[in-house]
């Protein structure tokens, strides 16, 4: 088992990318700790886990908030003794539209809960990491770091704050042998899939964004979670800083 021991803390794990990296990890040996602000969502993949014969327990958090991320890191020392693998999986975005029809509120959230609560799991997560002697932290970022489309300009910009983020941290961090990288995935079927294409999710909609995904498809929980699963993983343990794109070539 490729996780073997390994304590990881996973945001936004109650469904889409989070729940499929926690279900992976979990089968690769991690004890899980499940934190999403959806308590039905949270509960029912730690459930999962359980009778799977997995080890996995949650936690609801709201990752904009400071105490809740001390609490979420807590529990997970508390519950398990360690923090080896904190990924910041937790996402929101406006719905796709033109940049100043965006409210004040919805891009303060877009920010809160995309760019500071990378912060806010550093604050917790690396004194943890730090008196045990090392450990990773893995950001879902996104190919709109990278190739942004219109439309999304402020999820876009924090999403490229989250990319440059992962490098910051990662030099900073590499001499305490805390590694940073991150996942780039491409649009998928998850919650806000139609806040990202702006449009409602019918055949004749998919296929103008499937058209600019040379391996014409979107990208799935399980191709998250399995790019996911190598960068956590020691076999990865020269990578860091790396923004790894799940994209079916849509950033080429």
Avoid at 165 to 185: G, Q, W
Avoid at 191 to 197: D, K, S
Wanted: net charge positive; proline share 4%; with cysteine.
């Amino acid at each position: 088992m490729r996780l073997k021991d390994k304590v990881a803390v996973i945001t936004g794990a109650g469904s889409g990318f989070g729940e499929g990296m926690a279900r992976l990890f979990a089968e690769e040996g991690a004890r899980v700790v499940i934190a999403d602000i959806n308590e039905t969502g949270g509960k029912r993949v730690a459930q999962v886990i359980q009778q799977q014969g997995g080890q996995a327990v949650f936690q609801k958090a709201d990752v904009s908030k400071d105490a809740e991320v001390k609490a979420l890191v807590d529990a997970a020392v508390k519950q398990f003794g360690r923090v080896d693998i904190m990924v910041n999986n937790a996402g929101y975005t406006h719905r796709n539209q033109p940049m100043l029809n965006v409210s004040e509120a919805e891009f303060d959230k877009v920010f809160a809960v995309n760019v500071k609560s990378i912060y806010l799991a550093a604050r917790h997560a690396v004194p943890v990491m730090r008196k045990q002697g090392g450990g990773v932290i893995l950001n879902t970022v996104s190919t709109a770091a990278v190739r942004p489309r219109p439309g999304l300009t402020w999820y876009n910009s924090s999403k490229g704050a989250a990319q440059v983020m992962t490098k910051s941290m990662a030099a900073e961090l590499a001499p305490d042998k805390i590694r940073v990288v991150a996942v780039n995935p491409v649009i998928g079927e998850t919650g806000m899939l139609e806040h990202f294409m702006g449009v409602p999710d019918t055949p004749e909609n998919r296929k103008k964004f499937l058209a600019t995904i040379p391996m014409g498809r979107m990208s799935t929980p399980k191709d998250v979670a399995r790019a996911a699963l190598f960068l956590v993983s020691d076999e990865a343990e020269f990578l860091t800083g790396v923004c790894m794109e799940v994209d079916g070539g849509r950033c080429i």
